[in-house]
Every structure is written in structure tokens, then in C-alpha cells.
């Protein structure tokens, strides 16, 4: 690798990307420097983004939360984002160690894109709105248009993820992962459930049981119809059914992290638990 | 930052400019250097280990700008700019740094090849969080894998370098 280039604005990391398509952008490393340390990645120069100022931290713009690509998972363990957003401030909060969580950035476990990332699940569940710039333009695309696949985005060389949106929270919202042990563990299965109790609907995004991300809607109408959104109560058999439905999302694979049938049937117990949760 | 040539024909080099341990530092280094090379290998920092390829066992740990970081994750010109405290910046004037005197006082060590990146995490716990509890020190040292001590002694270090008791939840 002969070269890393280290812009402090924006502008000047797209036109850096525009006129250079073997550059890489580097965001925490987590991901990036692993593949490296590997011999899986061999970049030929790098596009360090640490110091882009309009990437970092998040904001609160009226009912939308607006977290840059450069978002920290340590940012999102701030109290008024974990009353802003329960369920993302829930996963951050699993990522990882403290070290991870000190570099890593929302920007990066999108566009590495793995089924296993924490984040999304829950930015489906969200229907979050992922931003995209390049020196040609902004475009705007939901997560599952974003990532089509294992490790496949439809992002262009020249591209990068400036921002992730979402609703400002309107009800309860929880996200639950599973691994082969409790600290620093890459999801086997995980879920996130939202409730709006101003829309009277339910978001239900799963984790690490499909190739792309999904929302399992049709666990999502059945509850939406199920609940009582005045007092938040709903009637005997509906947390399990709602976790069934949910199973029948998922399309896990048997892998080295864990078994097709374990996590149709973790994905089940969660999203019964996740909605037991959210209601009263 | 200012790239350059490196004069040995190696390839391009870069200027780095950050403060290690108090004192600033400026090397020419090449791109592909990993931060914790650069410090092993060119400052002479040999505190901080390698255990892994992965970025799991946390032995490289140091602090960047006083949070704690996998220099394994890092190139060294990523740093620029930075203020950057290994194992080595932690006593003064040979005196050792309380969580250090914690880990010496409670056995917190066995093969010791854990312990920087352990203390280091350590430091940048109880600086982020100084009322932890058992449990809390145990989640917080998720990054940093032990294969000697078993944690125990390390948790009693932790949290006596922190000024509490032992509680059990
Ligand atoms: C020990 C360990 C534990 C981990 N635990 C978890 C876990 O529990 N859950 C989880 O989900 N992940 C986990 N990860 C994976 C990783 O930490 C996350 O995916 C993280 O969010 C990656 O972000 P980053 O900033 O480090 O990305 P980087 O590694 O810097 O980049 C990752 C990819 O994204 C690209 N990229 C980065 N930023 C942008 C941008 N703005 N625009 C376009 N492309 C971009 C890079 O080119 C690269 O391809 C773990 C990793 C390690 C090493
Ligand atoms: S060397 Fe193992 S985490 Fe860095
Ligand atoms: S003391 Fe040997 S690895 Fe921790």
C-alpha cells in the first residue's frame, strides 16, 4: 500500500474518492484492518475518515435523528440518544468491547454489509433512510436497498455513506442478540422490535438469519392488529404467535457460528420476549 | 501530514506528529505500518503486545486521546494529530500508577503477556466510569482475553484501583 490520505471535510474526501477509484475509505478499522492484518484486503491506497468533521457524532433535527456515518458506537451510549432511540443505543451497546465500540462507526457495519451486523436489524425495523454522496450528488435508499446480499452493497467506488435517519422513538422499542458467549460475540441471531404508538405499527427487522436484511412483516401487521395501542396490552397467545410469524421470516444457513434450525428457533423466543417487553 | 519518498526507495513515507506518553514524536513512517508496530518497533515501545490477528484479545490496547484502542486496528498515520498513552506513560518518575500498584497488590498477573492492554482498558474504564461494581469491571473488560488468571484477581485490582469494595450482585 503506498498511500493514505487523511481529508478533514467532506468536499474534499469526495473529490479525493471521484478522482481516484483504488482509493478505500477507512473508517474505525474494525472490520477494514482485520481483512488487512488477514491478507484478505490489500488496498492500494486508503482513505482514512476519522477527521471528516460532517461525518461524526448525530443530532436531533425535530422528530428525526440524523447519526452521521462517523457515529461512533461510544456516542450512541449518550443518555439522550438512548431516549431517542432505545433499541440502536440497545445494539451499540453489544457491539464489541469498549475498544471496538471507541473506533467503530455505523457507517462501516453498513457498508461492510454482513447479515451479522448489529445495527441492522434494528435500521430496518426503524425503516431508516441510509444518505449516500458522491462529487455527482446525494441519493437517498432504505438499508434493504442499500444491501443486497452477503457483503453486498449497491454503493459505487466513488460513493460514501454520509448519514443514517431515523424516527425519533414514539413508543417501546427493544433489540435482543444471541452468540456462543456473552461478551464481544458476533450475533448467531438477533432482532429488534419498534412500537409507534402514534402510527399503531409495529417494526420488526431480524439479524443473522437472512442474507440481506428483511423486516418480518408479517409478524409486523399481525401485532399491529393485535395490540391494544391505547394501553399497550394485548390478548393471551399473541406474543407467541408474533414469535412464530417472526421465525417464519427468517432463512438462516447452518454456518460456524451456529445451526439453520437453533436460529430459526432463537429468533422465535426472542421476538416473543422482545414484545412481551415493549408491552405493558 | 507531508508525504514524501522514503530516501531507501521503499516507497512513500508520511510524517506523523502525535504526543506518545507525554512527549511529542514525529517520524516519517510508512503508510502500511500498523500503530502498534510503530510504537513496538520504531519508538522502542515494546509494552504493548500483539496476541492475535483479529482484533479480539485486546493485548495491544492504548489509549487515544484517553480512550482505549486496539493500536493492531490502527495505522500508525491515522494517529497523526493524536495523543497516544501506551503501558510505558502510566508511572511517574518510577512510580508506579495506581491501577498498576492495584494489579502488583492483587496478583492481578500470572504470565503477564495480558497485562498492558489489560491495564490500559483498566484505566480507561474506571476514567469513563468510576462506580462499576464486580459485574461492570467484568463487562468492561470484555475486549481483553486472559488465558491465566481466570479474571478474578484482575476484577479485585480493577476495582481497588478504583477505590471500591467488592460488591456481589
Ligand atoms: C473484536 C471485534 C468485535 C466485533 N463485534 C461486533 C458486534 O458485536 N456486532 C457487529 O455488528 N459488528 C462487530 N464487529 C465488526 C465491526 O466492529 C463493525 O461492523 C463496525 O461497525 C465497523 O465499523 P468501522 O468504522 O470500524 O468500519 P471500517 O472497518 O473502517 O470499514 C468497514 C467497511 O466499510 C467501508 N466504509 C467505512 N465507512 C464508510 C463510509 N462512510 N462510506 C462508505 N464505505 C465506508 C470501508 O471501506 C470498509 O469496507 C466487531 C469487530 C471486531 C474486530
Ligand atoms: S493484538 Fe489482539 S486485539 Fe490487537
Ligand atoms: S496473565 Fe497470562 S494472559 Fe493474562
Same mark, same amino acid.
Given at each position: 500500500?503506498?498511500?493514505? &490520505?487523511?481529508?478533514?471535510?467532506?468536499?474534499?474526501?469526495?473529490?479525493?474518492?471521484?478522482?481516484?477509484?483504488?482509493?478505500?475509505?477507512?473508517?474505525?478499522?474494525?472490520?477494514?484492518?482485520?481483512?488487512?492484518?488477514?491478507?484478505?484486503?490489500?488496498?492500494?491506497?486508503?482513505?482514512?475518515?476519522?477527521?471528516?468533521?460532517?461525518?461524526?457524532?448525530?443530532?436531533?433535527?425535530?422528530?428525526?435523528?440524523?447519526?452521521?456515518?462517523?457515529?461512533?458506537? &461510544?456516542?450512541?451510549?449518550?443518555?439522550?440518544?438512548? &431516549?431517542?432511540?432505545?433499541?440502536?443505543?440497545?445494539?451499540?451497546?453489544?457491539?464489541?468491547?469498549?475498544?471496538?465500540?471507541?473506533?467503530?462507526?455505523?457507517?462501516?457495519?453498513?457498508?461492510?454489509?454482513?447479515?451479522?451486523?448489529?445495527?441492522?436489524?434494528?435500521?430496518?425495523?426503524?425503516?431508516?433512510?441510509?444518505?449516500?454522496?458522491?462529487?455527482?450528488?446525494?441519493?437517498?435508499?432504505?438499508?434493504?436497498?442499500?444491501?443486497?446480499?452477503?457483503?453486498?452493497?449497491?454503493?459505487?467506488?466513488?460513493?460514501?455513506?454520509?448519514?443514517?435517519?431515523?424516527?425519533?422513538?414514539?413508543?417501546?422499542?427493544?433489540?435482543?442478540?444471541?452468540?456462543?458467549?456473552?461478551?464481544?460475540?458476533?450475533?448467531?441471531?438477533?432482532?429488534?422490535?419498534?412500537?409507534?404508538?402514534?402510527?399503531?405499527?409495529?417494526?420488526?427487522?431480524?439479524?443473522?438469519?437472512?442474507?440481506?436484511?428483511?423486516?418480518?412483516?408479517?409478524?409486523?401487521?399481525?401485532?399491529?392488529?393485535?395490540?391494544?395501542?391505547?394501553?399497550?396490552?394485548?390478548?393471551?397467545?399473541?406474543?407467541?404467535?408474533?414469535?412464530?410469524?417472526?421465525?417464519?421470516?427468517?432463512?438462516?444457513?447452518?454456518?460456524?457460528?451456529?445451526?439453520?434450525?437453533?436460529?430459526?428457533?432463537?429468533?422465535?423466543?426472542?421476538?416473543?420476549?422482545?414484545?412481551?417487553?415493549?408491552?405493558? | %501530514?507531508?508525504?514524501?519518498?522514503?530516501?531507501?526507495?521503499?516507497?512513500?513515507?508520511?510524517?506523523?506528529?502525535?504526543?506518545?506518553?507525554?512527549?511529542?514524536?514525529?517520524?516519517?513512517?510508512?503508510?502500511?505500518?500498523?500503530?502498534?508496530?510503530?510504537?513496538?518497533?520504531?519508538?522502542?515501545?515494546?509494552?504493548?503486545?500483539?496476541?492475535?490477528?483479529?482484533?479480539?484479545?485486546?493485548?495491544?490496547?492504548?489509549?487515544?486521546?484517553?480512550?482505549?484502542?486496539?493500536?493492531?486496528?490502527?495505522?500508525?498515520?491515522?494517529?497523526?494529530?493524536?495523543?497516544?498513552?501506551?503501558?510505558?506513560?502510566?508511572?511517574?518518575?518510577?512510580?508506579?500508577?495506581?491501577?498498576?500498584?492495584?494489579?502488583?497488590?492483587?496478583?492481578?498477573?500470572?504470565?503477564?503477556?495480558?497485562?498492558?492492554? %489489560?491495564? %490500559?482498558?483498566?484505566?480507561?474504564?474506571? *476514567?469513563?466510569?468510576? *462506580?462499576?461494581?464486580?459485574?461492570?469491571?467484568?463487562?468492561?473488560?470484555?475486549?481483553?482475553?486472559?488465558?491465566?488468571?481466570?479474571?478474578?484477581?484482575?476484577?479485585?485490582?480493577?476495582?481497588?484501583?478504583?477505590?471500591?469494595?467488592?460488591?456481589?450482585?
Amino acid at each position: 500500500m503506498s498511500n493514505v &490520505v487523511v481529508p478533514t471535510t467532506l468536499d474534499e474526501a469526495l473529490a479525493l474518492l471521484a478522482a481516484d477509484p483504488q482509493l478505500s475509505p477507512l473508517a474505525g478499522g474494525t472490520d477494514f484492518m482485520v481483512e488487512v492484518n488477514h491478507g484478505a484486503r490489500r488496498p492500494v491506497r486508503v482513505l482514512a475518515l476519522r477527521a471528516v468533521a460532517e461525518l461524526r457524532g448525530w443530532r436531533r433535527d425535530g422528530d428525526v435523528l440524523v447519526i452521521g456515518a462517523g457515529c461512533t458506537y &461510544v456516542s450512541m451510549a449518550d443518555p439522550a440518544f438512548a &431516549v431517542a432511540a432505545p433499541a440502536l443505543a440497545q445494539a451499540a451497546r453489544t457491539i464489541g468491547s469498549p475498544q471496538i465500540r471507541n473506533v467503530g462507526t455505523i457507517g462501516g457495519n453498513l457498508a461492510t454489509a454482513s447479515p451479522a451486523g448489529d445495527t441492522l436489524p434494528v435500521l430496518m425495523a426503524l425503516g431508516a433512510r441510509v444518505e449516500v454522496a458522491s462529487t455527482e450528488g446525494t441519493r437517498t435508499l432504505a438499508v434493504d436497498e442499500l444491501i443486497t446480499g452477503v457483503k453486498r452493497t449497491v454503493l459505487h467506488p466513488a460513493e460514501l455513506i454520509t448519514s443514517v435517519r431515523i424516527p425519533v422513538a414514539r413508543g417501546p422499542q427493544e433489540f435482543c442478540k444471541i452468540g456462543t458467549r456473552n461478551a464481544m460475540v458476533i450475533s448467531a441471531a438477533g432482532i429488534a422490535v419498534v412500537l409507534d404508538r402514534e402510527a399503531h405499527t409495529v417494526g420488526c427487522g431480524l439479524g443473522s438469519v437472512t442474507a440481506a436484511p428483511v423486516r418480518a412483516t408479517d409478524a409486523e401487521t399481525f401485532a399491529a392488529e393485535a395490540i391494544d395501542w391505547s394501553t399497550l396490552r394485548a390478548g393471551a397467545g399473541t406474543t407467541e404467535r408474533f414469535g412464530t410469524l417472526a421465525a417464519d421470516a427468517a432463512t438462516p444457513i447452518d454456518d460456524h457460528r451456529s445451526t439453520a434450525a437453533y436460529r430459526r428457533h432463537a429468533i422465535g423466543v426472542m421476538a416473543r420476549r422482545a414484545l412481551e417487553r415493549c408491552l405493558s | %501530514m507531508r508525504a514524501s519518498t522514503d530516501p531507501h526507495g521503499k516507497g512513500v513515507t508520511m510524517d506523523v506528529t502525535a504526543i506518545v506518553n507525554g512527549v511529542e514524536r514525529t517520524a516519517d513512517v510508512e503508510p502500511r505500518v500498523l500503530l502498534v508496530h510503530w510504537l513496538r518497533d520504531e519508538l522502542g515501545l515494546t509494552g504493548t503486545n500483539v496476541g492475535c490477528d483479529t482484533s479480539s484479545c485486546g493485548a495491544c490496547t492504548v489509549l487515544i486521546d484517553g480512550r482505549s484502542a486496539k493500536a493492531c486496528n490502527l495505522f500508525a498515520v491515522q494517529v497523526d494529530g493524536s495523543d497516544i498513552t501506551t503501558i510505558e506513560g502510566l508511572a511517574i518518575d518510577g512510580e508506579l500508577h495506581p491501577m498498576q500498584q492495584a494489579f502488583h497488590e492483587c496478583h492481578a498477573l500470572q504470565c503477564g503477556y495480558c497485562t498492558p492492554g %489489560m491495564v %490500559m482498558a483498566a484505566v480507561s474504564l474506571i *476514567d469513563e466510569y468510576p *462506580d462499576l461494581g464486580d459485574r461492570g469491571v467484568r463487562v468492561g473488560l470484555e475486549g481483553n482475553l486472559c488465558r491465566c488468571t481466570g479474571y478474578q484477581n484482575i476484577v479485585h485490582a480493577v476495582l481497588q484501583a478504583a477505590g471500591e469494595q467488592e460488591r456481589h450482585p
